[in-house]
C-alpha cells in the first residue's frame, strides 16, 4: 500500500512539473509576442496562465504590485488579453498595415480584476486564395507579425497550408511518379490555392525544387509557432484532385475530367465511388503527417467553384463520405473543414436535397462548416443552417486582394446577431466566428470590429463602437476625426462589395457606372484637418492616402464616360481633353501612393523576386506576380480581377493601357472607321502580355511630398471637378 501511494505522489509530482513546464512555455510564448509588438511595455507586463472556463478561452486583467497583469488559459488569451488593454485602456491600436502605439506615460491602472470570456469555440482565419493575392511572397519575417497579430485578434483555427507541394512530392515518390510528371501538375507560386482547391493544372509553373523545400521548412516555423500560441492549425485534406499524369503509374484508376474553370484546360478528379480515392487520401494524410503532424482539422474544398459530375443525392453523399473517410483512415480524430462558398457561387446546382447530402454524409460533428460572405450574402438561412453540423459566421469582405474602400459594418452585425441570439433554433450549432478576405489590412475598421467580436457575448451598437475605434486609432479625441469616420460609417462603410473605378478597369466602349465619391468627399475634408495633431501618426496617414486615392480615383468613372461621349460625337479635341483628365488623374493617383510604403508595387515585386536563386527564377517570380495582378490568366477572362492600387501600376500600366485606346479611338475618327473591339483587345492583349514579362524597377521605399501635402493638393485641384458631376 505504501509503495502504491509512493508511486501515485511521485505520479502527481511529475503531472504538476510538466504542467508548470507548459505554463512557463505559455508564458515565454506570450513575452515573445510582447517584445516584438510593444517592446516598450517589456517589464511593465505579467503574464499568467489560467484554467479556460468550460472548455472556452478566457482571459483576466488586473493591476498587481505596480504591474498589469494579464491572465489566460493559453498563448491565444494572452495575446488577445493584451490587445484589449492596448486598445480599451491605452487607446492603441495594431493593425495589418499600420499602427498607433502612443502609450500613456502612466499605464492605466484596473483596481477589480476584469474577466472576459469568449462565446466562440472557434475563430477561424484566412481564405485559401489569401495564400495568392496576399501571402504568395511571404517569408518568416512577415508570417511571424501575422501570427502575432492573429493571437491578439484571438485567432485559434488558422488554415495553415503553405509548403503542401512538399507532401504531393512525396505522395507521388509512393506512387512512382518523377518530378517532372509532378510538375506536370503543379502550378506556380502565385497561383497555389487554385491547384489546391483543383481549380488549374500547370499554369505559371515550374515550381521549382527549391521553392518547394524552402517552403516546408517555412511551413514548420509557422506551425511550431501557432502550436505555441495554443492554435490548432487547420492542414490540407485530399480533395479528390490528382496528376492527370497518375494514370501512366496507375492505369486501373477511374479519374472523372472536371467542367473547366474560368476557362483553363480541365483538371482531373477520382471517381469518389472507386476505392483508390479513399486509398490516396490515406497516404496524402499520412505524408503530411510526417512532415508537419496533425491537429487533426483538415480543409478540403472539393467543386468550390466547378459543378460536381452528377447533382444526384447518392453521388453527393458518397462524394462527401469519401473525403472523410480518406480522412479518417489515417487519423481516427478527423475532422473535415469545409468551406461552403459553393453553396452561394453554385446556388442553381446546390439546392436543398444536393446540399443534404453532402453535409449529411458526415458524421455529426465530425464536419465544421464554414460560412463565408455574412456581411452581404449569408448562406446559413438558406441551409437549414448547415443540417446540423457545426459551423462558423465569417465575413470575406475582400475579393483578389484589391484596394477598396468598403465594408457593410451594419449588417454584419446585425446578421451575427441573428445568428447569435438563436442558436440551437435558427442558426443551429452556431460554432465560431471567422475572417475569410482574399485580401488583408485595407479597411481595418472592419478588421478590427471583427476581432472586437471575437470576445463579446452581445454585439455593441455600431456607432458608439465606431466612436471607440476612432479615439484607438488616433490615440486621442478629436472631433474632425469622429466626424470624419461618421461621414464614413453612413457612406463608405454601408456598401458591401469592392469600389473598383474606372483606371483599373480594361478600358472599353462600355460605359463606366458614375461612382462619384462626392458622399465621402467630406470625410477627406475633414479628417485632413486633424493633420496638426496626427500628421505623423501611422494609422493617420494610411487613412488619408486609402481615402485620398477611393476618392479621387472616383473621377475616372466620369472622364472615361466623357472619352466615351466625345467619341459617339465625333468630337477629336473633346476626346483629347477627356483623355488628357484621365492621364493626368491617373499620374496624380500614382504620386500620391508614392507617398506611402504600403501602397508601393515594387515592395511586392522584390518580394516575389527574392525567392529566386538566380535571375532566372527571379524573372519567373516576379512574371507570376505581375501577371496575378493584371491578366491573371492567359486570356481575358479574369482580366483585373486582382487589380492593384498602388504606385508604380497606375503610370507603368494603367495610364499606358487608356492611352493606348484613346490613341485608338483617336484613330478610329480620324480614318472614320468603325470602332473594332476585338483588334482593340488583341493590341490590349499584346500590351499586357509584355508588361507580365517586363523587368522594370520600381520603388520600394516612400518618396515624394507628405501624404497629407499631397492630398491637400489633389483637394485643391479637383475639388471643382465634384462640383459638376452628377450624383451618385
Same mark, same amino acid.
Given at each position: 500500500?505504501?509503495?502504491?501511494?509512493?508511486?501515485?505522489?511521485?505520479?502527481?509530482?511529475?503531472?504538476?512539473?510538466?504542467?508548470?513546464?507548459?505554463?512557463?512555455?505559455?508564458?515565454?510564448?506570450?513575452?515573445?509576442?510582447?517584445?516584438?509588438?510593444?517592446?516598450?511595455?517589456?517589464?511593465?507586463?505579467?503574464?499568467?496562465?489560467?484554467?479556460?472556463?468550460?472548455?472556452?478561452?478566457?482571459?483576466?486583467?488586473?493591476?498587481?504590485?505596480?504591474?498589469?497583469?494579464?491572465?489566460?488559459?493559453?498563448?491565444?488569451?494572452?495575446?488577445?488579453?493584451?490587445?484589449?488593454?492596448?486598445?480599451?485602456?491605452?487607446?492603441?491600436?495594431?493593425?495589418?498595415?499600420?499602427?498607433?502605439?502612443?502609450?500613456?506615460?502612466?499605464?492605466?491602472?484596473?483596481?477589480?480584476?476584469?474577466?472576459?470570456?469568449? &462565446?466562440?469555440?472557434?475563430?477561424?482565419?484566412?481564405?485559401?486564395?489569401?495564400?495568392?493575392y496576399t501571402l504568395a511572397w511571404w517569408d518568416w519575417n512577415d508570417w511571424e507579425r501575422m501570427i502575432d497579430l492573429m493571437a491578439m485578434y484571438g485567432v485559434n483555427v488558422p488554415l495553415s497550408v503553405t509548403g503542401q507541394e512538399g507532401v504531393w512530392l512525396n505522395v507521388g515518390k509512393r506512387y512512382g511518379l518523377t518530378e517532372e510528371q509532378m510538375q506536370d501538375f503543379f502550378v506556380g507560386p502565385a497561383y497555389l490555392p487554385f491547384g489546391w482547391m483543383?481549380?488549374?493544372?500547370?499554369?505559371?509553373?515550374?515550381?521549382?525544387?527549391?521553392?518547394?523545400?524552402?517552403?516546408?521548412?517555412?511551413?514548420?516555423?509557422?506551425? %511550431?509557432?501557432?502550436?505555441?500560441?495554443?492554435?490548432? &492549425?487547420?492542414?490540407?485534406?485530399?480533395?479528390?484532385?490528382?496528376?492527370?499524369?497518375?494514370?501512366?503509374?496507375?492505369?486501373?484508376?477511374?479519374?472523372?475530367?472536371?467542367?473547366?474553370?474560368?476557362?483553363?484546360?480541365?483538371?482531373?478528379?477520382?471517381?469518389?465511388?472507386?476505392?483508390?480515392?479513399?486509398?490516396?487520401?490515406?497516404?496524402?494524410?499520412?505524408?503530411?503527417?510526417?512532415?508537419?503532424?496533425? %491537429?487533426?482539422?483538415?480543409?478540403?474544398?472539393?467543386?468550390?467553384?466547378m459543378p460536381p459530375p452528377s447533382d444526384e443525392p447518392a453521388f453527393l453523399q458518397n462524394m462527401g463520405a469519401s473525403i472523410y473517410k480518406a480522412m479518417q483512415s489515417a487519423d481516427a480524430d478527423a475532422t473535415w473543414v469545409l468551406q461552403c462558398w459553393m453553396f452561394f457561387h453554385g446556388a442553381k446546382f446546390w439546392k436543398a436535397p444536393q446540399q443534404e447530402a453532402l453535409l449529411r454524409s458526415v458524421p455529426q460533428d465530425k464536419l465544421l462548416a464554414i460560412?463565408?460572405?455574412?456581411?452581404?450574402?449569408?448562406?446559413?438561412?438558406?441551409?437549414?443552417?448547415?443540417?446540423?453540423?457545426?459551423?462558423?459566421?465569417?465575413?470575406?469582405?475582400?475579393?483578389?486582394?484589391?484596394?477598396?474602400?468598403?465594408?457593410?459594418?451594419?449588417?454584419?452585425?446585425?446578421?451575427?446577431?441573428?445568428?447569435?441570439?438563436?442558436?440551437?433554433?435558427?442558426?443551429?450549432?452556431?460554432?465560431?466566428?471567422?475572417?475569410?478576405?482574399?485580401?488583408?489590412?485595407?479597411?481595418?475598421?472592419?478588421?478590427?470590429?471583427?476581432?472586437?467580436?471575437?470576445?463579446?457575448?452581445?454585439?455593441?451598437?455600431?456607432?458608439?463602437?465606431?466612436?471607440?475605434?476612432?479615439?484607438?486609432?488616433?490615440?486621442?479625441?478629436?472631433?474632425?476625426?469622429?466626424?470624419?469616420?461618421?461621414?464614413?460609417?453612413?457612406?463608405?462603410?454601408?456598401?458591401?462589395?469592392?469600389?473598383?473605378?474606372?483606371?483599373?478597369?480594361?478600358?472599353?466602349?462600355?460605359?463606366s457606372p458614375p461612382n462619384i465619391e462626392r458622399q465621402i468627399l467630406p470625410a477627406l475634408k475633414t479628417l485632413l484637418n486633424a493633420e496638426q495633431p496626427f500628421g505623423k501618426t501611422q494609422t493617420y496617414l494610411f487613412d488619408v492616402a486609402n481615402i485620398s486615392r477611393e476618392v479621387f480615383g472616383s473621377l475616372a468613372n466620369a472622364y472615361h464616360q466623357q472619352m466615351i461621349s466625345a467619341y459617339h460625337h465625333k468630337d477629336r479635341e473633346a476626346l483629347k481633353?477627356?483623355?488628357?483628365?484621365?492621364?493626368?488623374?491617373?499620374?496624380?493617383?500614382?504620386?500620391?501612393?508614392?507617398?506611402?510604403?504600403?501602397?508601393?508595387?515594387?515592395?511586392?515585386?522584390?518580394?516575389?523576386?527574392?525567392?529566386?536563386?538566380?535571375?532566372?527564377?527571379?524573372?519567373?517570380?516576379?512574371?507570376?506576380?505581375?501577371?496575378?495582378?493584371?491578366?491573371?490568366?492567359?486570356?481575358?477572362?479574369?482580366?483585373?480581377?486582382?487589380?492593384?492600387?498602388?504606385?508604380?501600376?497606375?503610370?507603368?500600366?494603367?495610364?499606358?493601357?487608356?492611352?493606348?485606346?484613346?490613341?485608338?479611338? %483617336?484613330?478610329?475618327?480620324?480614318?472614320?472607321?468603325?470602332? %473594332?473591339?476585338?483588334?482593340?483587345?488583341?493590341?490590349?492583349?499584346?500590351?499586357?502580355?509584355?508588361?507580365?514579362?517586363?523587368?522594370?524597377?520600381?520603388?520600394?521605399?516612400?518618396?515624394?511630398?507628405?501624404?497629407?501635402?499631397?492630398?491637400?493638393?489633389?483637394?485643391?485641384?479637383?475639388?471643382?471637378?465634384?462640383?459638376?458631376?452628377?450624383?451618385?
Amino acid at each position: 500500500m505504501k509503495s502504491i501511494k509512493h508511486s501515485i505522489y511521485l505520479i502527481s509530482l511529475l503531472l504538476i512539473g510538466n504542467i508548470s513546464v507548459q505554463a512557463a512555455d505559455v508564458v515565454k510564448t506570450a513575452e515573445g509576442l510582447l517584445s516584438r509588438r510593444v517592446p516598450a511595455l517589456a517589464g511593465k507586463i505579467r503574464f499568467e496562465v489560467i484554467p479556460a472556463e468550460n472548455g472556452q478561452d478566457v482571459f483576466e486583467l488586473q493591476t498587481r504590485g505596480g504591474k498589469t497583469v494579464i491572465r489566460g488559459n493559453n498563448g491565444v488569451a494572452m495575446a488577445s488579453g493584451l490587445n484589449w488593454y492596448l486598445k480599451h485602456y491605452c487607446h492603441c491600436q495594431i493593425t495589418h498595415r499600420s499602427e498607433q502605439l502612443n502609450l500613456p506615460l502612466q499605464l492605466p491602472k484596473i483596481k477589480e480584476t476584469v474577466r472576459i470570456v469568449t &462565446p466562440h469555440k472557434y475563430r477561424y482565419y484566412l481564405n485559401y486564395c489569401c495564400f495568392s493575392y496576399t501571402l504568395a511572397w511571404w517569408d518568416w519575417n512577415d508570417w511571424e507579425r501575422m501570427i502575432d497579430l492573429m493571437a491578439m485578434y484571438g485567432v485559434n483555427v488558422p488554415l495553415s497550408v503553405t509548403g503542401q507541394e512538399g507532401v504531393w512530392l512525396n505522395v507521388g515518390k509512393r506512387y512512382g511518379l518523377t518530378e517532372e510528371q509532378m510538375q506536370d501538375f503543379f502550378v506556380g507560386p502565385a497561383y497555389l490555392p487554385f491547384g489546391w482547391m483543383g481549380c488549374i493544372d500547370r499554369w505559371a509553373g515550374p515550381l521549382r525544387k527549391t521553392w518547394i523545400d524552402e517552403h516546408v521548412e517555412l511551413e514548420k516555423k509557422i506551425l %511550431d509557432r501557432e502550436r505555441a500560441f495554443g492554435m490548432t &492549425p487547420i492542414l490540407q485534406g485530399f480533395t479528390g484532385h490528382v496528376p492527370r499524369k497518375l494514370t501512366e503509374v496507375r492505369s486501373d484508376v477511374k479519374l472523372v475530367e472536371l467542367t473547366p474553370w474560368a476557362e483553363f484546360e480541365p483538371t482531373f478528379f477520382v471517381d469518389p465511388n472507386d476505392p483508390f480515392f479513399i486509398e490516396f487520401g490515406k497516404i496524402f494524410v499520412e505524408e503530411q503527417t510526417k512532415l508537419f503532424g496533425t %491537429d487533426h482539422l483538415y480543409a478540403s474544398d472539393t467543386f468550390i467553384e466547378m459543378p460536381p459530375p452528377s447533382d444526384e443525392p447518392a453521388f453527393l453523399q458518397n462524394m462527401g463520405a469519401s473525403i472523410y473517410k480518406a480522412m479518417q483512415s489515417a487519423d481516427a480524430d478527423a475532422t473535415w473543414v469545409l468551406q461552403c462558398w459553393m453553396f452561394f457561387h453554385g446556388a442553381k446546382f446546390w439546392k436543398a436535397p444536393q446540399q443534404e447530402a453532402l453535409l449529411r454524409s458526415v458524421p455529426q460533428d465530425k464536419l465544421l462548416a464554414i460560412d463565408l460572405m455574412c456581411e452581404q450574402n449569408p448562406v446559413w438561412h438558406q441551409s437549414n443552417a448547415f443540417y446540423g453540423q457545426p459551423w462558423i459566421w465569417s465575413i470575406i469582405q475582400n475579393f483578389g486582394g484589391t484596394v477598396s474602400l468598403h465594408g457593410a459594418i451594419d449588417f454584419m452585425a446585425n446578421d451575427l446577431k441573428q445568428a447569435m441570439q438563436s442558436r440551437g433554433k435558427e442558426s443551429g450549432k452556431l460554432s465560431g466566428i471567422g475572417y475569410i478576405m482574399e485580401g488583408l489590412g485595407w479597411n481595418p475598421l472592419i478588421d478590427e470590429f471583427q476581432s472586437d467580436l471575437v470576445w463579446r457575448s452581445e454585439v455593441p451598437n455600431t456607432s458608439e463602437w465606431i466612436e471607440q475605434f476612432v479615439l484607438r486609432r488616433y490615440g486621442q479625441e478629436n472631433a474632425d476625426a469622429q466626424e470624419a469616420w461618421k461621414i464614413l460609417h453612413e457612406t463608405a462603410y454601408k456598401r458591401a462589395g469592392r469600389t473598383d473605378n474606372a483606371t483599373v478597369k480594361r478600358p472599353s466602349l462600355a460605359v463606366s457606372p458614375p461612382n462619384i465619391e462626392r458622399q465621402i468627399l467630406p470625410a477627406l475634408k475633414t479628417l485632413l484637418n486633424a493633420e496638426q495633431p496626427f500628421g505623423k501618426t501611422q494609422t493617420y496617414l494610411f487613412d488619408v492616402a486609402n481615402i485620398s486615392r477611393e476618392v479621387f480615383g472616383s473621377l475616372a468613372n466620369a472622364y472615361h464616360q466623357q472619352m466615351i461621349s466625345a467619341y459617339h460625337h465625333k468630337d477629336r479635341e473633346a476626346l483629347k481633353a477627356a483623355a488628357g483628365k484621365m492621364n493626368t488623374l491617373i499620374l496624380d493617383l500614382d504620386r500620391l501612393l508614392a507617398c506611402h510604403p504600403q501602397f508601393l508595387l515594387g515592395t511586392e515585386l522584390e518580394s516575389a523576386k527574392r525567392w529566386g536563386k538566380t535571375p532566372e527564377e527571379q524573372q519567373h517570380y516576379e512574371w507570376n506576380a505581375r501577371t496575378m495582378y493584371t491578366l491573371w490568366g492567359p486570356t481575358f477572362r479574369l482580366d483585373d480581377y486582382s487589380n492593384r492600387q498602388w504606385s508604380g501600376m497606375f503610370r507603368s500600366y494603367y495610364a499606358k493601357r487608356w492611352n493606348l485606346f484613346y490613341r485608338e479611338l %483617336d484613330k478610329s475618327l480620324t480614318e472614320n472607321t468603325i470602332w %473594332d473591339a476585338k483588334a482593340f483587345d488583341r493590341k490590349l492583349l499584346s500590351f499586357q502580355t509584355a508588361w507580365g514579362k517586363d523587368i522594370e524597377t520600381f520603388p520600394t521605399k516612400p518618396s515624394g511630398e507628405s501624404v497629407t501635402a499631397i492630398a491637400k493638393a489633389l483637394l485643391a485641384k479637383y475639388e471643382r471637378e465634384f462640383e459638376d458631376m452628377p450624383e451618385k
